[in-house]
């Protein structure tokens, strides 16, 4: 079995002259981010069970109505700091995304959001049963008198309509309903409804009351939170967007499936893209210029150009044929874990999939290496799919890297990042072919997200650390 | 851009009128389900009335010995109790004593700082008052959902109750 068996035509390199670069220097990220981060959300949670705990709130576990007053403000403090976890996870803030990835903080969001919500339900039942049982009112007279007579509780109710309506809209089978743009609008009440929730906490809330010191602390950990997402959401990227225009300059076809989109500016001095990061694109090109896309970069920047190349797999990105040459961009990021800043090992395997191919080829093109360090393989369906193939021919053979191709349909029913032809192989037996000693190497892997599943199995399998497979997902 | 237009304005009326509703202002917001008075609206029974009716609201801070207020027969005397300090503010009870009985009791300060516990103490108080005037010391139920206040009244009670050498 020689690589030969797999490796398909490619297509006729058009004439297209190559980006010339300048190399920039690498951005390593610290491995304590991630610690630092996470003992952060630890830290907060550790603090509202430390307030209920010196609330007493033990010690009020005795009797029916103290056990579900009790019980009902710890699940409503742990709701409220996991919201409040959940506005920083969406931020945007730089040391978070670089330590987890936008995908990962993602789906980290989607969790702590159901678990944030089941515990606002349970402090919702736990205290209107609770204060029903110590009062003569009975249950109805409870709610009532919950509603409209105490500090900000009408505020609650309505921040609880809120969240509501964002957290029906998130389950998988309601959003696939929705256009994303009209779950995205919905999901933005999730601001409004941790805000409007905060009032009762502080005005109501036992904990809160008792020590002018705790209340003092939340509100400025809410108002920490709303800082971030004003400086890190809005803020960052306005700046960056507009102290220098940054104008399409060149738009060109890559095959039928793609297009390579350039942009230029002074401002882009300024941003601290490294190779392999993605972008949030607005093109003020007409309507639609609202939705934001994300696209990879997929040339080493140089400090005066960005250039994307992106497939054509739904509107907005067909729309990149039509653009015009100085149009107005807006950028968010630069975003992505797919970077030189992440290699710690001095072989590196490239493997991409398609359009996922794009932020390997500015990998392959920015990372420091010596001839035989680094591997490229590249895989698609068919020849169209090839994307920047010669490019990456032509920077493997200036560097001495290695480019493999592997093109075929994937054979049905089965799980795997193969083409039926090497169907007689399991995956890992086909990557040690390719790579005998990709235990040793750092694996970039993108692509479709099951094709990814599938190479990052057969990397583990043959040996490969988890912690040395850098994989970016764009649809979570 | 008809829907969004509507969102919003529907958002921004919903949020004008919930912010124009006096809970949604302060933290002092809410009138409180019933008022904590002076005068015992439980049921102290007999000379109720005449011994504990200027309560209202006068606070003797510290420890005060058995004040010779409204003495209206010649031995009905009050005696107030030390004011207890509670995780949610201070209990003072006042025992009106005739004839070596208590014949009344109630509070001259109870926590009623926010709508909690005022709502708490509306009928907190008035059961511990009937529970001091049946039981006749200071060994005396707590009341559910109350214990904090009750703890503060027990004590403040049983100042009162050891000043009047009963």
Known sequence: MTTADLAGRMPAPPASPQVATVPRSVRRVPTWWRDASAALLWAVLLYVTALWVGGGGLGDLGSVAGLLTSTGRLTGLIASALLLVQVLLMARVPWFEQAWGQDGLARLHRTVGFTSFTLMVGHIVLITLGYAAASPAGLWGTVVDLVVSYPGMLLAVAGTAALVMVVVTSVKKARARLRYESWHLIHLYAYLGAGLALPHQLWTGQEFLSSPFATVFWWGVYAVAAGAVLVFRVGVPLWRSLRAPIVVSDVRPEGSDATTVTVSGAGLAHLPAQAGQFFIWRFLSGSGWTRGHPYSVSAAPDGRTLRLTAAHLGDGSAALTRLRPGTRVLVEGPFGRLHPGLRSRRRVLLMGAGIGIAPLRALLEALPQQPGDVTVVQRAGSPSGLVLAHEIRDLAAARGARHVVVEGHRAPGRDSWLPAQAAHLTDAQALLELVPDVRDHDVFLCGAPDWMDAARAAALECGVPADHIHLERFAY | ?166
């Open chain 2, 1 to 166: 851009m008809r829907r969004i237009t509507l969102w919003v304005l529907g958002t921004i009326t919903t949020l004008v009128l919930l912010f124009s509703y006096n809970t949604s202002t302060s933290s002092a917001g809410g009138a409180p389900s019933s008022v904590i008075s002076g005068t015992a609206s439980g049921t102290s029974d007999s000379s109720g009335a005449s011994g504990s009716s200027n309560s209202d609201g006068s606070s003797s801070s510290s420890s005060s010995s058995s004040s010779s207020s409204a003495a209206k027969t010649s031995a009905a005397k009050t005696y107030d109790g030390d004011s207890v300090m509670t995780q949610w503010g201070v209990v003072q009870v006042r025992i009106t004593v005739k004839d070596g009985r208590i014949t009344a009791a109630d509070v001259l300060q109870v926590p009623s700082e926010n709508h909690r516990d005022q709502e708490i103490n509306s009928y907190a108080v008035p059961v511990l008052n009937s529970e001091v005037t049946n039981a006749q010391n200071a060994n005396i139920d707590m009341v559910s959902g109350a214990t904090v206040t009750s703890d503060g009244y027990i004590r403040s009670l049983q100042s009162a109750i050891d000043q009047a050498g009963l």
